[in-house]
């Protein structure tokens, strides 16, 4: 598996360590996870849009087709 470096404030590391303590998770485990978590939230959030703008445009579409 490809691995990634990824720097830290202090502060970053210091508030990382923490949340994945509190989880019982390593922090490796948990910023992986809250990566893919951001990855998938934000393809859903422009599936939202593209379905939004089709609906909203579905009958211009249709009289320009």
Not at 6 to 22: H, M, P, S, V
Not at 46 to 52: I, K, L, S, T, V
Request: a negative charge; glycine letters at 4%; charged letters at 30%.
């Amino acid at each position: 598996m490809a691995g990634l470096n990824l720097r830290f404030t202090e502060e970053e590391l210091d508030a990382l360590r923490k949340r994945a303590e509190a989880e019982g998770r390593s922090m490796q485990s948990f910023a992986h996870d809250a990566v893919i978590t951001a990855i998938n939230e934000h393809s859903r959030l422009f599936n939202e849009a593209a379905d939004h703008v089709l609906k909203v445009s579905e009958e211009l579409n249709r009289r320009l087709a």
